[in-house]
């Protein structure tokens, strides 16, 4: 199977609101979570409890579309919060970034690393030494995991942050954001999506949910086309309908049913109904 890393901080891991878009449901999906390869399902990097959609569920599920026989993985280790700093090539997180992405290619190749990070740096002048950290970050990241041309995909910020709630310490973003993008084309196997027309939650920082999903459209849009991504997609919003459009499987019927009655909103003798439903399904088939 393929795989691909999610590292950087909160944007990365996701804070959409969960009942805000349709869930992403494929059976080719999976997160990587204790030790195993499970079923996709949302929040897919639970850095907190409040960790909602990101933006890799999207970019997975195009993926899928265009290879629909194969199967792959998310492997989560972004971190809300976390400044560019803490991703040195001895802190903790990235170390943990290395030592889950290490077991993940004992049974998966990683294709991609989707990259998100800049929100904690935009104060402070930090911006004078960010791109050289960054760059630090990224070549540490291949070389450690022997991995020397896999793309890396890098998303810039946002232009809501500095404005209200949470996002108003974030004054020097535009600064940030060009080094990212400078970054993505001075790095080999880089590429830059824009966060242009994305919108907020109501706390001036986070992504909300439908905009994690056209985020993860362009991040593997420029996957897929090996180039940056500096304008919304003509077609973006037909993309991310496209994403939860298609028909259920009865497995991924059968695994929303049992969501469901764990979170105790069926009864057992629905859930039993389903799984019935869904057995005969499969005999028809």
């Known amino acids: 199977m393929k795989s691909i890393l999610m590292v950087g901080q909160s944007n990365m891991a996701g804070r959409g609101f969960l009942t ?25 990097n639970v850095d907190r409890e409040v960790a909602g959609v990101g933006l890799a569920p999207a970019f997975a599920q195009a993926w899928s579309t265009d290879h629909p026989d194969e199967t792959l993985g998310l492997i989560p280790c972004a971190e809300g ?18 030592s889950e992405a290490r077991f993940a290619q004992e049974t998966s190749e990683i294709i991609a690393i989707l990259w998100h990070q800049g929100e904690n ?7 004078r030494t960010y791109q050289n950290q960054l760059t630090h970050t990224l070549t540490h990241l291949r070389t450690a995991l022997n991995l020397p041309a896999v793309p890396i995909i890098l998303g810039g910020l946002p232009a809501f942050l500095g404005q209200h709630g949470f996002g ?37 920082i986070h992504l909300n949910a439908p905009s994690q999903r056209r985020f993860g459209v362009r991040y593997y849009q420029a996957f897929h086309q ?3 991504v500096l304008a919304p997609l ?19 019927t059968l695994y929303l049913q049992s969501k469901r ?17 869904s057995h005969s399904g499969e005999a028809d088939a």
């Open 81 to 98: 919060g976390s400044a560019l700093a803490e991703w040195a090539p001895d802190a903790p997180l990235m170390r943990h970034a290395i």
């Open 121 to 127: 740096d935009s104060l402070d002048h930090h911006y």
């Open 168 to 204: 108003l310490s974030a004054t020097e973003a535009p600064q940030i954001d060009a080094l990212i993008r400078q970054t993505a084309t001075e790095l080999p196997q880089a590429y830059f999506v824009t966060a242009a027309d994305l919108t907020a939650n109501p706390d001036g």
């Open 234 to 252: 003509a077609d973006e919003a037909q993309r991310v309908a496209a994403l939860t459009a298609h028909p259920l499987t009865a497995a991924e």
């Open 261 to 277: 009655f764990a979170l105790g909103q069926t009864t057992f003798n629905e859930f039993m109904a389903a799984v019935q439903a």
């Open 226 to 228: 090996r180039a940056d």
């Open 20 to 44: 805000a878009v349709p869930p992403i449901l494929n059976d080719h999906l999976r997160m990587l979570r204790n030790g195993r390869w499970q079923q996709l399902a949302e929040p897919v």
